[in-house]
T-cell receptor, first 112, second 114 residues
């Protein structure tokens, strides 16, 4: 596709449920990033992939968060047993080599 | 570890005027890249401008320009002839030359006054 896409654009879930957020990067981009942005705040780095491997998982806030990337393309961020503090916008970005990141429109997650 | 600091949480500027957003960073590396991103209310992050640390010339993109002071580790963004559509959150970001990880500042919310 022409840009980074994310689905769903909005997700409302109940506390304790699992959610999966999907990111489709720009075709050919080798690096893929996940960020979390709480209301009115900056970007909190979660994890990034180079190809299918994740050299840096340091930003994942707890073991309830996991991410995978298959085929060097699509990535899924999974949050298990969601909590209200997980409510945020989850942004995905992709890049190629030293070029800038290009961001998707984000998924707004609301945990009731 | 590298850090990026944006000391102005919010700023306002009159339409058609010029505004400068501040950004400082801390690094011991010599090879790196700096970026400014814009995030309008639609929440889509948009790259505004990019600067390679090895380039002495300040980057310029139409009404947007930077003042890159490498020794001072400062990377400010100047917006000339401000327009209503410039209202957004602006993030300064740093990327090491040997890493894919990008570090963002906390952002500056820019208001444009008609």
């Amino acid at each position: 596709g022409a840009g980074v896409s994310q689905s769903p654009s909005n997700k409302v879930t109940e506390k304790g449920k699992d959610v999966e957020l999907r990111c489709d990067p720009i075709s050919g981009h080798t690096a893929l990033y996940w960020y979390r942005q709480s209301l009115g705040q900056g970007l909190e780095f979660l994890i990034y992939f180079q190809g299918n491997s994740a050299p840096d998982k340091s930003g994942l806030p707890s073991d309830r968060f996991s991410a995978e990337r298959t085929g060097g393309s699509v990535s899924t961020l999974t949050i298990q047993r969601t909590q209200q503090e997980d409510s945020a916008v989850y942004l995905c970005a992709s890049s190629l080599l030293v070029n800038p990141q290009y961001f998707g429109p984000g998924t707004r997650l609301t945990v009731l | 570890a590298q850090t990026v600091t944006q000391s102005q949480p919010e700023m306002s500027v009159q339409e058609a005027e010029t505004v400068t957003l501040s950004c400082t960073y801390d690094t011991s590396e010599s090879d790196y890249y700096l970026f400014w991103y814009k995030q309008p209310p639609s929440r889509q992050m948009i790259l505004v401008i990019r600067q390679e640390a090895y380039k002495q010339q300040n980057a310029t993109e139409n009404r947007f320009s930077v003042n890159f002071q490498k020794a001072a580790k400062s990377f400010s963004l100047k917006i000339s002839d401000s327009q209503l559509g410039d209202a957004a959150m602006y993030f300064c970001a740093y990327r090491s030359g040997n890493s894919d990880k990008i570090i963002f500042g906390k952002g500056t919310r820019l208001h444009i006054l008609p």
